[in-house]
Nanobody
Framework: VQLQASGGGLVQTGGSLRLSCAAS????????MGWFRQAPGKEREFVGA????????YYADSVKGRFTISRDNAKNTVFLQMNSLKSEDTAVYYC???????????????????WGQGTLVTVSS
């Protein structure tokens, strides 16, 4: 599966952005989807993930209550709604797909087989 992330940009502190990740291929609905981010000079970190059906979502503590992941399997797309953005949310955001993913592996980037190219989110104060 090929992934294309979009929707990044420059936003002020407290603002909102919605990222999208469009997937190619007919098997999208079988994939566990994750969002990760990488700030300059830092390691890639888990943001959140969503089960293949969309019924279960998982979030890093740092974004819980502010970010929401959803998916539209009919449109082969997963979304990351980001609200109340902070300067520390500035990073390149990546979407990723894992055919065998679960809540036990959601935060492990090494488990995800496919990655999008990343989209830059910059939060200015």
């Amino acid at each position: 599966v090929q992934l294309q992330a979009s929707g990044g940009g420059l936003v002020q502190t407290g603002g909102s952005l919605r990222l999208s990740c469009a997937a190619s291929g007919r098997a999208f609905s079988r994939y566990f989807m994750g969002w990760f981010r990488q700030a300059p000079g830092k390691e890639r970190e888990f943001v959140g993930a969503i089960s293949w059906s969309g019924s279960n979502t998982y979030y890093a503590d740092s974004v819980k209550g502010r970010f929401t992941i959803s998916r539209d399997n009919a449109k082969n797309t997963v979304f990351l709604q980001m609200n109340s953005l902070k300067s520390e949310d500035t990073a390149v955001y990546y979407c990723a797909a894992d055919l065998g993913g679960s809540r036990y592996t959601a935060s492990n980037p090494g488990r995800f087989e496919y990655w999008g190219q990343g989209t830059l989110v910059t939060v200015s104060s």
